[in-house]
């Protein structure tokens, strides 16, 4: 039995696992005709619903492309040329609105045209390869699997493709069309004053990033100040919550410190509490006659009508955010910093008691190298995660003050949040998919230059 | 012996100033907490007041939360909210689940390649996508009526799952090999061994893809506003409390907010409590290999 199920699993497996230029050049002329009538190689050796299936879906791409595809290329290119018109119609005595093209489907039907075609080209090589594996087994006479044997691979040799086919699919519809469709955007004049479809946009090439970059414009005037902050944003919240935390961590995991999971309890709740709510009760606490500012005023720092600007002084504001993360990422950090520091090898502090180090340097000599060199990884995360927080900014100041200098961005805005706002608030569509081009540019950099030193990226069989 | 009772004396004083520093540190951090617990119950309607703790404690703020006649509907988005996360998390966990295992344990041409396209796929902003997400449900038809808004929330939560295969997969690497072996010596299919080994050996990473997967419609702000628009019925919990802080309603629902919030904590941080020290061993895990 087990034998028997052994030598089934290997009907399928190719035994000309080739290339495709191989298969192609040294296959025979039906192999060869496969190239244009896909599965030929298999319906003529008795494959026949494999073959069939092959065929079919060609013949559903050609159907497609002739029905459909061929005009969205088109369409593609030139994004459309007939504008929606108002044109008065004589016999009804009204104006009528004639539809025109949508530039912004034409260039999502392109997208969606292009998917397909890298699809069939990727059956065809499947088609050949196929044909020739045939071919082959027919020369040396071997067992040809049947399409019972392909379906049963599905569950065998093929799982993959089984477990991975509605993911894949999912991932292509929202993730990699919408991508495609963003990236190409950024290089059209998509913006507020070309709205399809009573507008059509073009493409445009690099001007948008030539206006982005471009010393003096508006946007560039907004683009590195809201890269700075980001930057610093991202910096400081990773470090102050990474340092903090783990001190934090330390304080509770100290000899003399008593009630130890009470402490860890207390502090864990607050991140417990769903981040939303966190933030919007800071956000109302901070207001400007919020019960923080409310207190002041009846200790009497602060005169009955005045208040702090939490949210409304552009440099105060920074820091009132930068602090109310520090609220909300210290627990986080405690939280998954205690196990690692109680790895510490003891004797490395007992060492340094002995050499007489204070807490100071045996905190910066010892505790911070260690978990430097274990945490990395999540400290890339976490600054990626920085990077793009955008439920930090948009709900606590949603990116306010607003300043009349910056093209719709606040002091406070991120990349990401002043994204957000390009496109859904006004719809500066291109711009707003040039930033998080960049965005992208920022963070592939970082972690490539991080993740291909780290271990677990290496050495990734390891525990197998 | 003089010495000895010095030691201890700086013990005592460190040790006391650790305990009143993390008693101060501590309320900071519970303050806020109770700020909400004691909003919610607040007699006095109305936003801000001028002084800290309410005048007058009630449990109306929950009643209204749940009675019809409000023009905001909180048990709605809650059903709303809990039917998104039911599908949602069944979906993704499956989804999350199958490319975890077969990044783990099956060896096939494209692997290295998918989970390089998944890391550079992951380093986009998030809704980057989302215009051309909510075009192309629009186009598919799905925006037109409110119920199929929430269809299209479920298939845009799940739909990127099978991009975070990271935590599980981590969790199936480490499921010895050899039992796999001895289950194909006894002439089991891959696919058999997925169902009746892997699987039932990882409880505990699918209890957490589920939570997880379950927990993220509740908390998602962008993507619920953008496909579910102005549609206040069909809102989802995270949408419809932040739409009781507007300009128009906050004088009414402030204290209700609070009540929602309270609501709506409970549950999130019950499943947090439960599920954290997963998300512990999945961030100190990830760097053992």
Redesign the interface.
């Known amino acids: 039995?087990?034998y028997k199920?052994?030598n089934k699993?290997q009907i399928n497996t190719p035994i000309y696992d080739v290339g495709f230029k191989t298969a192609f050049g040294k296959g025979n002329k039906i192999t060869k005709l496969s190239f244009v009538i896909f599965g030929l190689g298999n319906l003529l050796h008795k494959q026949i619903l494999r073959g069939l299936l092959m065929l079919s879906l060609e013949i559903a791409y050609f159907y497609y492309m002739i029905s459909f595809g061929f005009s969205s290329i088109k369409n593609f290119i030139t994004l459309g040329s007939s504008v929606q018109e108002e044109v008065f119609n004589e016999t009804k005595q009204i104006y009528e609105y004639v539809k025109g093209d949508n530039s912004?489907?034409c260039l999502?039907y392109g997208v969606i045209t292009a998917i397909l075609t890298v699809g069939i080209i990727l059956l065809l090589e499947t088609s050949v390869k196929s044909a020739y594996d045939t071919q082959k087994r027919l020369e040396l006479s071997k067992q040809i699997p049947a399409f019972r044997d392909d379906l049963?691979s599905l569950?065998?040799?093929n799982?993959?493709k089984?477990?991975?086919f509605?993911?894949?699919i999912?991932?292509l519809?929202?993730?990699?069309?919408?991508?495609v469709?963003?990236i190409l955007i950024a290089f059209t004049s998509y913006d507020k004053n070309h709205q399809p479809p009573g507008n059509l946009f073009d493409w445009v090439g690099f001007d948008n990033f030539v206006a982005m970059f471009s010393k003096g414009s508006t946007l560039a005037n907004t683009f590195w100040p809201v890269l700075g902050w980001t930057v610093i944003w991202a910096i400081s919240a990773t470090f102050t919550c990474y340092i903090l935390g783990m001190l934090?961590a330390m304080?509770?995991n100290?000899k003399?410190?008593?009630l130890k999971a009470f402490?860890r309890f207390?502090?864990?709740?607050?991140?417990?509490?769903?981040?939303?709510?966190?933030l919007?009760?800071?956000r109302?606490?901070f207001?400007a006659?919020?019960?923080f500012n409310?207190?002041l005023?009846?200790i009497g720092i602060l005169g009955?009508t005045e208040s702090i600007p939490f949210f409304t002084d552009p440099t105060l504001a920074k820091i009132t955010i930068i602090i109310i993360n520090i609220?909300i990422g210290v627990?986080f950090t405690m939280?998954?910093t205690?196990?690692?520091l109680q790895n510490i090898p003891k004797d490395l502090y007992e060492a340094a008691k002995v050499d007489g180090a204070n807490a100071f340097v045996t905190f910066f000599k010892i505790t911070l190298p260690y978990m430097l060199f274990?945490?990395?990884?999540?400290l890339i995360t976490t600054f990626?995660g920085n990077i793009?927080n955008?439920?930090v900014i948009?709900?606590l100041s949603g990116g306010g003050p607003q300043s009349l200098e910056f093209y719709y961005a606040g002091k406070t805005d991120l990349?990401?949040t002043w994204?957000?706002k390009l496109?859904?608030t006004n719809k500066d569509?291109n711009i707003?998919?040039i930033i998080?081009i960049i965005?992208?540019v920022i963070?592939?950099t970082l972690?490539l230059l991080t993740?291909r030193h780290?271990?677990?990226y290496k050495?990734?069989e390891?525990?197998? | 012996m003089k010495k000895k009772t010095s030691v201890t004396v700086r013990?005592f004083v460190?040790?006391s100033i650790?305990?009143v520093?993390?008693s101060v540190?501590?309320l900071?951090?519970?303050l806020?907490?109770f700020?909400?617990i004691l909003t919610s119950f607040r007699k006095e309607g109305g936003?801000?007041?001028?002084?800290?703790l309410p005048r007058g404690y009630t449990l109306d703020n929950y009643k209204n939360l749940f009675s019809q006649t409000n023009s905001l509907t909180f048990s709605r988005w809650f059903t709303n909210t809990l039917i998104v996360a039911i599908f949602t998390c069944l979906l993704s966990a499956?989804?999350v689940l199958?490319?975890s295992?077969?990044m783990s344990r099956?060896r096939?041409k494209l692997?290295k390649k998918?989970m390089r396209i998944a890391?550079?796929?992951g380093?986009?902003?998030?809704?980057?996508?989302?215009?051309?997400?909510y075009?192309?449900l629009k186009?598919l038809g799905f925006l037109e009526a409110g119920p199929l808004k929430l269809v299209a929330l479920v298939?845009?939560y799940?739909?990127?799952?099978?991009?975070g295969f990271y935590i599980a997969k981590g969790f199936f690497?480490?499921i010895p090999?050899t039992i796999d072996e001895a289950a194909f010596?006894?002439?089991a299919?891959?696919?058999?061994v997925?169902c009746k080994i892997t699987i039932p050996l990882s409880k505990p990473i699918i209890a957490i893809t589920l939570l997880t997967s379950f927990?993220g419609p509740?908390?998602d702000?962008?993507f619920a506003k953008?496909i579910l628009g102005q549609d206040r019925k069909y809102y989802t919990i995270?949408i419809g409390?932040?739409s009781m802080?507007e300009k128009e309603f906050i004088e009414y629902y402030y204290t209700q907010?609070?009540a929602g919030?309270v609501l709506?904590?409970i549950p999130?941080?019950?499943i947090?409590?439960i599920t954290?020290r997963f998300?512990?061993e999945g961030?100190?895990g990830?760097?053992?290999?």
């Not at chain 1, 519809?173 to 991508?179: A, E, G, K, S, Y």
């Not at chain 2, 299919?189 to 058999?192: A, L, Q, V």
């Open positions: 039995m087990a199920k052994q699993s912004m489907l999502l049963d569950l065998e040799n799982l993959h089984t477990l991975l509605m993911p894949v999912g991932i519809c929202f993730t990699i069309v919408p991508l469709f963003m934090l304080l509770i100290r003399g410190t008593r402490w207390l502090f864990v709740t607050s991140v417990a509490v769903p981040q939303f709510v966190s919007l009760t800071m109302t606490i207001n006659n919020g019960p409310a207190i005023r009846n009955s609220w627990p939280l998954t205690t196990g690692i274990v945490t990395t990884p999540t990626v793009n955008f439920n948009y709900l990349l990401v994204l957000y496109t859904i569509y707003g998919s998080g965005v992208f963070l592939a972690s993740y780290s271990g677990s050495d990734e390891a525990f197998q | 013990q460190s040790n650790v305990h520093f993390l540190l501590g900071v951090w519970v806020p907490i700020f909400v936003t801000y007041k001028s002084y800290i499956f989804f199958s490319v295992y077969a099956l096939f692997r998918y890391m550079i796929l380093m986009f902003p998030g809704f980057m996508s989302m215009i051309a997400v075009y192309i186009g298939m845009v799940s739909g990127g799952a099978g991009l690497d480490t090999k010596i006894d002439g299919t891959k696919w058999d997925f927990m509740w908390i702000y962008i953008v995270a409390l932040w802080l907010f609070f919030c709506i904590s999130i941080a019950i947090f409590l954290q998300y512990v961030v100190s990830a760097v053992k290999g």
